[in-house]
């Protein structure tokens, strides 16, 4: 079953503005990824952030977790049309579920030039 | 991160037929695994392709439906048998590589459609 809830389901922002995308989820994890897909191809990976971190950057990119709330966000600073994607996260429950990725929804993201 | 291949990229099937989709990794990797996007939706894991041995499907998942091969560490191939148009849908591979940090990642995915 799908375990990630995010939100919004869609997002349109002007170029240069900041992207805030959020990600809920049900059950303990060891791991959660951030993934962007353009146009149905295949999945890049963005950031994976542990459960025993709360925040990691990456270029333009900011992921932070909250275990406590089982939440996640993705921001995206300084945002640019080549941004306009799907992002999804995923999360890894660890221990039998190894390597095992529950995706959510995901959020479509455009930017206007 | 590794160069993940699939082949076929896409194709247009007729229903009852099957197709099989190739996946090739250029690194080492630890685990293997085959997830379906339907149309406008999420991923969902199909199952987990086991190195040698039958692979382990998740629920809703069988393996006469979509037999799953990995007959060495850097190669699987997922079947889709007997095809209906509900069978429409992006097939994507994913890795985790040897020594990575539990990053997985993803094949370009093929597009499947049944008519």
């Known amino acids: 079953s799908q375990q990630g809830e995010e939100d919004p389901q869609a997002l349109s922002i002007q170029e240069g503005e900041n992207a805030t995308m959020n990600c809920s989820y049900k059950?303990?994890?060891?791991?959660l990824q951030w993934y962007r897909q353009n146009s149905g191809r295949g999945l890049v990976h963005l950031i994976l952030?542990?459960?025993?971190?709360r925040e990691k950057h990456s270029g333009r990119l900011r992921v932070t977790l909250d275990t406590s709330k089982k939440s996640s966000s993705l921001l995206i600073t300084a945002s640019r049309a080549a941004d306009t994607a799907s992002y999804f996260c995923?999360?890894?429950?660890?221990?039998?579920?190894?390597?095992?990725?529950?995706f959510g929804q995901g959020t479509i993201l455009t930017v206007h030039p | 991160s590794a160069v993940i291949s699939q082949k076929p990229s896409r194709d247009i099937c007729q229903r009852g037929t099957s197709l099989t989709i190739q996946c090739q990794v250029d690194?080492?990797?630890?685990?293997m695994f085959w997830y379906r996007q339907q149309p406008g939706q999420s991923l969902t894991l199909i199952a987990t392709a086991n190195q040698g041995s039958e692979a382990t499907y998740e629920s809703g998942f069988v393996i006469d439906k979509f037999p799953i091969s990995r007959p060495n560490l850097t190669f699987s191939t997922l079947t889709v048998s007997n095809m209906s148009p509900e069978d429409s849908s992006i097939y994507l591979c994913s890795v985790v590589l040897a020594g990575g940090r539990s990053q997985q990642f993803f094949g370009p995915g093929t597009r499947l459609t049944v008519l």
């Open positions: 952030i542990r459960s025993n971190e």
């Open positions: 059950t303990s994890i060891n791991n």
């Open positions: 690194s080492q990797v630890t685990m």
């Open positions: 995923a999360t890894n429950a660890g221990g039998t579920s190894y390597g095992k990725l529950t």
